[in-house]
């Protein structure tokens, strides 16, 4: 179990009231898993900071590189929130600040290059995905849906990431399907080791997901703007369109993937986010979730 959470200055704007309205507050947790301090950002509802107006059912957004990603999915998921245009209903977020992203999110350790070739002289880094899994579904959740309001019912929870972020969600997705009901895996790093996560995919696929009775949601996005250094992972992103969501799809896993044609790597998080909650939750969407 994870120590208490340290608490640390909440971040908030004063409202017309002047009473604060809350963005996000922080916090920090040692972890005995990853053998470290980690911090992490967490928002509420609006109206759950009051307790005459707590919902009953929550889902919980976990996202990576909170330090980057953090902003976008709380007003994203605040913005979803309003019944009447979605299915997502009230939403915490939670953000998990980054540290060593190589380490943590890679699921094989390499030293190959972005288009596959092997450097030689290039330290063998990463290989922690697995570890770093097993902390984000145990101490770390524990220790943030601790501080969701009482009465509370967490309903569905969905992992974001971005990057390697994203090459860490669809490893959690092939190993672990169950720990999450929706996976978003954003511009994933799928070059990484030679593209070996798609090779599992398309050879094992999910594990364990056939016999799940509400199998999970993906969403999968790439940022395809054309640039030179961009023409193998786009190559990438078009072979798992064809290839490897349709072997998920065989599997029983909802698969939505996007592709945008005017953002670049580092500009497709933000639309992206949106445009998952907007596209996996419609309104007329009447699929109940299970609670993971």
Known sequence: MAAEPTSVPEFSLPATDAEPVLLASAATIHSRILEEDRTFLMRVPPR????????RDLTVIYILDAEKHFASAAASAAFFEASRI???GPVAVVGIVSTDRTRD?????SNARRDGTIDEKAPVLGGGADKFLEFLTTELRDAAEKRLPAGTRVVRRMLIGHSY????????????PERFDVYAALDPSLWWDQGTLQEFARQHGAAGVQSLANP????????????????????????????????LEKEGIRTEVRFFPEEVHGTVAPPAIFDALKVLFPAENVQKPSSR
């Open 165 to 176: 972020g994203g090459l860490f969600t669809l490893h959690a997705l092939l190993t672990h």
């Open 105 to 109: 999110f890679t699921p094989t350790a």
């Open 216 to 247: 999970p949601m993906l969403y999968t996005a790439f940022a395809s703007k054309p640039r030179k250094e961009n023409t193998f992972h786009l190559s990438e992103g078009k072979r798992f369109k064809e290839e490897t969501a349709v072997t």
């Open 86 to 88: 979605s299915s997502l």
């Open 48 to 55: 759950a900071q009051k307790s005459a107006e707590v919902p």
